[in-house]
């Protein structure tokens, strides 16, 4: 005999795309109303600092919105964990409405749990089922620890709470920011009722099931939001479970809605031109700024070579007052420096795979690992130079094939799969830092505004 319907209405990688969230928010509000049994989850990625406001409130502006969405729990994915300093984190959902759940990171150096995150949470409905939640995010075990966060295995962490969750629930409900793959893995493993997926941006316009686990996903960007429905009897099993995702295309538009799209933008665009940076005497053209990021590049880690790419430079930096609006508007991305070590036999390896893939890298439309221009560009380099006859030259010198030598980068490089030596090579981030930041630093430097005032203290 059916007791109840239970409804979990889910979003997922959002990036920031405000412009879908009026509709996106009447839609979910819609549904709650409507529902006798819902609960209501955002599984990470809601922030990006694209967004103008987004990056002038490190992602508070983000949860204010979220509020009126009346969330019952969200968790994180490395576009909060990764992006964000350790303080920004530790303050992004102090005004928060919602419950924020996370089960696989912890705070060094004690290895205690988020103050501002719990690892799961019992819901108990009208009708007394119980569900249990819980939420783990992709364990960056190269780059969390250097943010003051230590990552845990999925498997380990789902090893130790499932037991406990299966113990005081009925169901169990995963808000997983992993990826597809590692939820199917999940599925094939665990007896877990739900995950709800996020991260590789999969749309499963009908769930999928995988050994009776069911799994969804409502795509990115804000363009489609999650139904499940969840049919449970008298003694609070599960006899139905299915999902649907809406388009946010089909979800009605009202007039009010471009005008709240863009005061958010205007917003955010007057807290970073607030801000200023320097005083430049011209413009700067995006070919300019390449240079003059391989010069603070290794200005910053103190090298003598660098290597950066045109793509990452999208607009001019115009004559007069810089700020970070304009900063942002050049370099939208969420990349970081990084100092990678080659042996000389690297670095002809390097240059070979460069030369074998520049043509069609320098139209190539890049998505994701951090980017957020349009192409991928141009490949250059400061300090290492190869000569009409073959001969490479680091800081001047020949290159020695056993010889160890530096180079001053972006951590996007390490991410991306075009590069087999930079993915294999020690390397050293600085994930304090975006580039843009970086890049202040530099314009402060240069022109003799107050050097190294506002993003010191971010």
């Known amino acids: 005999m059916v007791s109840e319907t239970i409804h979990l209405l889910h979003t997922n990688d959002i990036h920031s795309h405000l412009g ?5 928010l009447r839609f979910l509000n819609t549904k709650q109303a409507k529902y006798s049994e819902s609960y209501t989850f955002d599984i990470g990625d809601a922030i990006d ?11 508070r502006g983000n949860v204010e919105l979220m509020n009126a969405a009346h969330y019952t729990a969200v968790t994180i994915g490395n576009n909060e964990g990764l ?3 350790h303080e920004a984190m530790n303050h992004l959902y102090d005004q928060a409405n919602f419950d924020v759940l996370l089960a696989n990171l912890k705070e060094l150096p004690n290895k205690n749990q988020p103050k501002w995150a719990n690892e799961y949470k019992i819901l108990t409905t009208k009708q007394g089922t119980k569900i249990g939640v819980f939420a783990l995010t992709a364990p960056y075990q190269l780059t969390y620890p250097s943010l003051g966060w230590q990552p845990y295995s999925v498997d380990n962490t789902i090893d130790r709470l499932l037991p406990k969750l299966r113990a005081e629930s009925d ?15 999940i599925g094939e493993k665990y007896d877990i009722d739900v995950v709800i997926g996020a991260h590789t941006h999969h749309l499963l316009d009908h769930g999928k099931m995988v050994n009776g686990t069911l799994l969804a996903a409502a795509g990115r960007y804000g363009e489609h939001a999650g139904d499940i429905t969840l049919t449970v009897s008298n003694n609070h099993q599960i006899i139905k479970k299915s999902a649907v995702t809406t388009p946010t295309y089909e979800m009605a538009e009202e007039d009010e809605d471009y005008h709240l ?11 970073l031109e607030s801000h200023k940076v320097a005083k430049i005497p011209r413009d700067i053209t995006s070919d300019e700024q390449t240079y003059d990021a391989l010069r603070a590049l290794k200005k910053y880690f103190d090298v003598p070579a660098a290597m950066v790419s045109t793509g990452m430079f999208v607009d001019n930096l115009p004559y007069g007052e810089l700020t970070q609006y304009e900063l942002l508007e050049s370099m939208p991305h969420a990349i970081n420096p990084m100092l990678m070590t080659l042996t000389g036999a690297e670095i002809v390896e390097l240059l070979n795979e460069i030369t074998s893939q520049q043509q069609w890298l320098s139209t ?14 141009y490949l250059r380099f400061d300090g290492v130079d190869r000569q009409r006859n073959g001969e490479i030259l680091y800081q001047g010198h020949q290159i020695e094939l056993t010889g160890r030598y530096q180079i001053a980068t972006l951590d996007h490089y390490k991410w991306v ?5 930079i993915q294999s090579a020690p390397i050293q981030i600085k994930l304090n830092i975006l580039l843009r930041e970086l890049m ?3 314009y402060q430097d240069k022109y003799s505004r107050r050097p190294g005032d506002f993003y010191e203290k971010r």
């Open 20 to 24: 879908n969230w009026p509709r996106l």
């Open 49 to 59: 600092r694209l967004h103008p406001l987004t990056d002038a409130t490190m992602g």
């Open 83 to 85: 992006v964000l300093s």
């Open 171 to 185: 169901i169990v409900v995963l808000l997983s920011h992993l990826g597809l793959p590692t939820d199917q893995h």
């Open 261 to 271: 799209i863009r005061g958010w933008l205007q917003t955010g665009k007057k807290l």
């Open 364 to 377: 190539l439309d890049m998505k994701g690992s951090g980017f957020r221009g349009k192409t991928f560009g």
């Open 417 to 421: 799969p075009f590069f087999p030596v």
């Open 440 to 442: 202040a630093k530099y």
